[in-house]
């Protein structure tokens, strides 16, 4: 019977281990690599690890800006292969980026092919396509042979590559970055060279330098696509005190005239990052669905230079309102992002401020120089101690060429007989015969005195810190004249602008101002009837209602106007008339038009008027005063004013009379200075309105206490002059007042005698 094979014993290598405990682990592990190895650049040099990869690729394929150009598929092979151990489509594409003008301010890559455009094509495959490197990124690893910066095992251990680039240039502000790690994102615009070397120069003398004096020298990003930087400076400052930050960047645009008073608007340049096709499509939809009414045409005539023509509508239409417009609705006017989050020298994600970076690179800078100077010093020792043998053999030649002669081991003997080193015989024995004439002795003693000078310059600036700073200067002031603003590549592309003081665009101008009726049904249901309707319940035909609907709101309006709503959930939405469904039917339902929840209703609803207030309460008696301009929503979802808890409504919104510019359709009067509020219980309480706190968002104070029920209804009025409450289909004014009157936060007592029995006495 054949025997069992035996198994061998093994030691356990399993480790029980909470799911909760390895998900961390792992996910802990997997983030670091993909903020420090992938997504954030470093502060040094600007570069993220493929692009560090990419150039450096490329200067050990030889690819110099005089050189000839390879196929971008040996690159992306080469850095796949020994670097970067990642996809060849991300390596190409990043490769891809550095290339485009349009997309950093100073290309690394000079590409021959079709590398793509700024309507968003795509570059055509590796195969196709050539590359060689800029001077530009020629600057940034200028001194990796002098052992300006560590070198590490590349990720098989075969090469080496270095940990980061010696950065002739200040590369990181000045082609931006962008990135989104895990938690943490990056946003880094692109500014000026000649810019950012003038602010270096100034923190050399004035370390601790203002960020506003270094804006005066950066006055703001310098986008590739040019533009035009709308923002006022003190926006600016904050955003680079803060190192986060938004700024408005407009497309760059001319009117243009034409024959018999006619005109066009050309565009000549747009906002970076924004592809041209999907802007023009953008502009031509809104068109197509009658948002642009000042607009007749687009059309693209763009050749090598980018051209956008708008054409008019009418002649009278104003170029600004125009344009203010587009600017309003379209991608001619973005806001970009500034996150300088960046990995610092020891690899750590930093949020730096504008100081902070440039310092940054000058400390890297003096790091580079010192390390670059100790490499040169050690060559010259080294030289030098050859040159002194040398000069030993030619004082003592023919000695020297008899121990060479009859000796098996010259070289102890050399060493022994003239006192010289291993390398200094060593040198001397590998001379070379035609090197033995007299002008190499003198060549060789010129060399000495160049180099021993050299050494002394040298040990100088090692032992001395300013003067250090002073080489920084020099190579700062080298690298500002190679690629300043004097040069065709350095010159400023983005213009620079203060913030527009107000939206010029008058779109009312377009619509036809007419008195309309804005009708809102018990179900949600709106629409605007021509004309100032006195009685839309009993109106006739234009005011019916669907099955189960009914009257709950009727206001009388201009076409021009917009519309305050607010809602049981709290918030205020906007609606402007004209977009309001006109005619007989039945309109159409809010809920279309605004982000309204299914579960909440609309509360009131008033012609908005910028300095009106309301006073708004919550289902449990809390409430506050609100100012319109605090609420007004530029977006369907509206703007939440009342925060409530859960089972909470908002109950009543009601205006303070007399708060309005215009009160035409507000009590008119002494002003107001009492608040009414009745609850379900049907107990009233009186209070003055200055108890009632004034913001724009948060729960409010409690205005009357209940133990069953809530809110029922609220009023603001004059005391002086009573409360009003309507019973039926009649108004009754009750100045006697004074057995409700009370302190805030109190229950109150049952309402006068005759006082209404609706569920909103005050609202009708």
Known sequence: MAKKPVVPQRAETIRETPLAE??????????????????????????????RRLLYAMRQLKLDPAGGFKKCARVVGDVMGKYHPHGDASIYDAMVRLAQEFAVRYPLVEGQGNFGNIDGDNAAAMRYTEAKLTHFAQAIMDGLDDDAVDLRPTYDGEESEPVVMPAGVPNLLANGSSGIAVGMATNIPPHNVGELCDALLHLIKTPKAQIATLVDMIPGPDFPTGGVLVENRNTIVEAYRTGRGSLRLRAKWDEEKLERGQ??????????????????????ALMDEKKLPFLADIRDESTDDLRIVLEPKSRTVDAEQLMEQLFRQTDLEIRFSINMNVLDADGIPKVLDLRAVLQAYLDHRQVVLVRRSKHRMAQIVHRLEMLDGYLIAYLNLDAVIKIIRTEDEPKPKLMKRFNLSDVQAEG?????????RKLEEFEIKTEHKNLSDEKKELSALLKDEDKRWKAIAEQLKLAKEKFGQKTALGKRRTALS????AVIVAIESMIEKEPVTVVLSAKGWIRALKGHKDDVVTGGGETKFKEGDAFQVAVKAQSTDKMLLFGSDGRFYTIGVDRLPQGRGFGEPIRLLVDLPNDADIVGMWVYAREQKFLVVSSVGRGFVVAAEQVFAQTKNGKQSMNLAEGEKGRVCTPIPGTSGTGADLLTGKPADSVAVIGDNRKLLIFPLKEVPEMARGRGVILQRYKDGGTADAKVFNLKEGLV??????????????DWIGERAQAGRLPPKGFSREDRPFSG
């Open 263 to 284: 005109y066009q608007i050309a565009i000549t340049e747009i906002p970076y990052q924004v592809q041209k096709a999907k802007l023009i499509e953008r502009i031509a």
């Open 725 to 738: 409450w309507k019973s039926g289909d009649r108004e009754r004014t009750e100045t006697d007042l004074k």
């Open 22 to 51: 390895a998900l961390g682990e792992r996910y802990l592990a997997y983030a670091l690599s993909t903020i420090v190895s992938r997504s954030l650049p470093d502060v040094r040099d600007g570069l993220k690890p493929v692009h």
């Open 428 to 436: 001397i024995l590998n001379m070379r015969l035609r090197s033995l």
């Open 498 to 501: 203060d913030a527009p003081t």
